[in-house]
């Protein structure tokens, strides 16, 4: 019999209390359990960020942390982001102005660093976003575009 616990975690505003493998992943808590597949994972052992979820504010990779580490912490994961009214979030603006991604497949991560980076740092340089993603690894866009995005979040919005 595997070892299970009963956790209750507050993933994008909803509460939810799950019995769980102590074994289980959060990434696969989230994906599997949750159904919320917008966190990706790639290379699950901690090099790509494909799967960086926000734990009580701080990105984390949630193929490192298991699903028992998250109870009673309040996640946020890509499909969080927006804002309620359905309006994006700036970094989503900001990339979709900037044509921040290609394949997709690291811009879960990508979004939720950067959002955890521009909420300490809301005016960043470029080496500063680059520093930003190190963690973040992308096959496609050779990062310039997601740089330009976050280096100018601020005029995101702006035609
Ligand atoms: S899937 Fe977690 S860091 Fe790559
Ligand atoms: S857009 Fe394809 S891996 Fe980043």
Do not use: W
Request: overall charge negative; charged content about 20%; proline content about 3%.
């Amino acid at each position: 019999m595997p070892d299970t616990r009963e956790i209750t975690v507050t993933v994008n505003g909803s509460a939810y209390t799950e019995v769980v493998e102590t074994r289980f992943s959060l990434a696969d808590f989230l994906r599997q359990t949750l159904g919320l597949t917008g966190t990706h994972l790639g290379c699950e052992h901690g090099v790509c960020g494909a799967c960086t979820i926000l734990m009580d504010e701080d990105a984390v990779r949630s193929c490192l942390t298991l699903a028992v580490q998250a109870d009673g912490a309040s996640i946020t994961t890509v499909e969080g982001l927006a804002n309620e009214d359905g309006s994006l979030h700036p970094i989503q603006d900001a990339f979709r102005k900037h044509h921040g991604l290609q394949c997709g497949f690291c811009t879960p991560g990508m979004l939720i660093s950067l959002a955890a980076f521009l909420r300490d740092t809301p005016n960043p340089d470029e080496s500063a976003v680059r520093a930003a993603i190190s963690g973040n690894i992308c096959r496609c866009t050779g990062y310039q575009q997601i740089v330009d995005a976050a280096a100018n979040i601020n005029a995101a919005g702006r035609s």
